[in-house]
């Protein structure tokens, strides 16, 4: 059990380096552009390796936040259907839609890891700024090892297992002393 509970607190650790690495390319691609509207503004011409040089971070950027919605349970859910099926045929649908997460982010880590291989080519940004393809390329494969590790946190990770109302209480009720990111099961672990 506590070899799940560390691997749980490394999902949730992962997680937050996705958020940080989603933010910075988000602030990047806008720094990017506002330096290509600001020259524009300034001097009437256009830079040309603003909009090439933007678009590079959007894989990460969908890619990370796939996995982002995985770890806070904000993926395609079939409510309605679980709700109205007796109890024992939720969990097997349950189970069945993580062995199907599961089968994805495999599928995901075996054709991105050749994609990252087979991904020789340069992207020209300009003359001056050239960027291997494998750049972009590599969000694939981490993506499926993240979509992986987020597994970890097995029924949690489904809507239909989650009480919306003691989220929400917890939400307005927690402590301020409390670790950024930690989840119900490291309270109740701690304790």
Sequence with gaps: ?????QARRLSDAVNQVAIVICVAC???MLAISFTGFLYT?????????????????????????????LHAGEHVA?????????????????????LIIAFFALLVIWYGWGFFQNATQTYMVSDAIQISRQWTAAAVPIAGVIFLLHLVHGFS???????ESVVIE??????????PGSTAQDKESRS
């Design 1 to 5: 059990m506590a070899l799940l509970t």
């Design 26 to 28: 988000i602030l990047g």
């Design 41 to 69: 503004l300034f001097t009437g011409g256009a830079l040309s390796w603003t909009y090439s040089l933007a678009r590079l971070f959007l894989p990460w950027i969908g890619m990370l936040s796939s996995t982002i919605a």
């Design 78 to 98: 079939m409510t309605l259907l679980m709700r109205i099926l007796p109890e024992s045929l939720v969990k097997v649908a349950a189970a069945l839609t993580l």
């Design 157 to 163: 990770l489904l809507e239909h297992f989650i009480d």
């Design 170 to 179: 917890e939400a307005l009720h927690s402590d301020d002393n409390e670790e």
